[in-house]
């Protein structure tokens, strides 16, 4: 429709100019005295807008060759700014490729052509982030051919440039450097130095998944592993490593933090910091509870502790959890002092409903020696001893059996049950004091 409009106004131009041009009578006459010159109004018409085109031909001639010079210099201009552009690009590929003497060489090449065109009062607008960029790849360069000296001075050129305040770019680019700082000091082995470099970030960007990397490093080489905990739940929840990662280097923390508890009121501390989730992890609550017994902590604790992987083991048996329950059962042996009548109705029940699970009938007799439970010990032990698989409980087991024929003055059946844990002894590495 729009192109139907412009021919059919085309049409009416054309036909006004027809008709005004194809019958005007008009004459125009030109006097230059002495002389008169007479001519028609077309022929004027036409020889003015000649003249007006020769004129305008004319400036734009005498404009061109007047901006000759200065459009040569432009153009040396852009050349030099194409040449470093193609040296930032070469410094960027030579580094990723493992050629750092290059990279470094041409990361200088842009440096020194950015001043070329400062001292030439021909900076361009993006100068400024283009030489701190030149400057971090050369200082990477360096670092990577452990020339420390000369990464650090590059580093500082690099800061130095860009203004503190800046735009969005420019405060990209210095957290880039400051981030890339932290990781070159870890790279030193100075875990002080990557943190400080670190704490210096702003607090969104601390928060980087980059960041939160570093730091996790920096954290573990530095020995702080509640700082490094904590990282590492947030990077589990920022997604930075896959589930089956993350739970493994979370546990791993927090084994670590259990090893480095030297009270039980550190301990204590530390187990009041985890959440439910954790506290219910086997993984987590045996060696906790297992370290709280090496510390001289309260029994009726150790069990509390316990109690929720207790619950979930019995509550849904599985092959992973079935896996920790000869771990549990040493340390619930382990902490069977002071036994109240709940955890023992718990074992109890237990016992009764997996017969075909020695260990728990082993749990179930020792809770019944706490108790004073003889009979009902004798018997749980009796049938538990032979099938137990572990050499400790095995052993511990005939102990108590030899002990308790002691006891009663069965001396013929305390002497079959002494050589029996003393065979069930033999595989063990060390000789385990006996259960009193």
Same mark, same amino acid.
């Given at each position: ?41 077309? @022929?004027?018409?036409?020889?003015? =807008?000649? %003249?007006?085109?020769? #004129?305008? $031909?004319?400036?734009? &001639? /005498? +404009?061109? !060759? ?22 930032? @690009?070469?410094?960027?590929?030579? =580094?990723? %490729?493992?050629?750092? #003497?290059? $990279?470094?060489?041409? &990361? /200088? +090449?842009? !440096? ?36 420390? $000296? ?287």
């Amino acid at each position: 429709m729009r192109a139907a409009l412009w021919l059919m106004g085309l049409f009416a131009v054309a036909v006004a100019a027809a008709l005004f041009a194809g019958n005007n009578q008009s004459t125009v006459t030109w006097f230059w005295s002495p002389y008169r010159v007479d001519m028609s109004l077309n @022929l004027a018409i036409v020889l003015i =807008l000649l %003249a007006f085109v020769l #004129l305008y $031909a004319a400036l734009r &001639a /005498l +404009a061109t !060759l007047l901006q000759m010079p200065h459009q040569a210099r432009r153009w040396r201009m852009q050349q030099k700014e194409r040449g470093m552009n193609q040296s930032l @690009l070469e410094a960027l590929s030579h =580094l990723q %490729a493992g050629r750092f #003497l290059r $990279a470094r060489k041409a &990361a /200088l +090449a842009a !440096l020194s052509t950015e001043q070329s065109l400062r001292d030439a009062k021909a900076a361009i607008p993006y100068g400024e982030r283009l030489n701190a960029t030149a400057n971090l790849l050369a200082a990477d360069a360096s670092h990577a051919l452990q020339d420390g $000296a000369l990464r650090d001075k590059h580093w500082q050129q690099a800061m130095e440039v860009l203004p503190s305040p800046g735009n969005t770019q420019d405060t990209e680019i210095r957290e880039g450097a400051q981030m890339r700082s932290a990781r070159w000091a870890l790279d030193d082995r100075d875990a002080t130095d990557s943190m400080r470099r670190l704490g210096e970030l702003p607090q969104g960007a601390g928060r980087r998944t980059i960041a939160l990397r570093i730091k996790l490093k920096a954290a573990r080489l530095a020995g702080d592993t509640r700082i490094a905990l904590d990282t590492a739940r947030l990077l589990a929840k920022h997604r930075a490593f896959s589930p089956a990662a993350s739970a493994s280097v979370v546990r791993g923390l927090l084994l670590a933090s259990i090893r480095d508890a030297r009270d039980t009121s550190s301990l204590q501390q530390f187990w009041l910091s985890l959440d439910e989730d954790e506290r219910a992890m086997p993984e987590i609550a045996i060696p906790a509870t297992e370290r709280l017994v090496e510390l001289g902590g309260e029994a009726p604790q150790a069990r509390a502790w316990l109690l929720p992987v207790w619950e979930h083991l019995l509550a849904r048996p599985s092959p992973r959890t079935e896996a920790h329950l000869p771990k549990l059962v040493q340390v619930l042996q382990s902490c069977l002092g002071k036994l109240d009548g709940a955890w023992l109705a718990r074992m109890e029940a237990a016992a009764n409903a997996n017969p075909r699970e020695p260990r728990l009938q082993y749990l179930a007799g020792m809770a019944c020696v706490q108790r004073q439970l003889w009979g009902k010990a004798q018997q749980l032990l009796t049938r538990a001893a032979p099938q137990l698989e572990e050499p400790l409980l095995r052993t511990r087991a005939w102990q108590r059996l030899a002990l308790m024929a002691e006891h009663r003055g069965d001396m013929e059946a305390s002497a079959i049950a002494w050589k029996l844990a003393a065979q069930a002894m033999v595989v063990l590495p060390d000789n385990p004091a006996q259960d009193e």
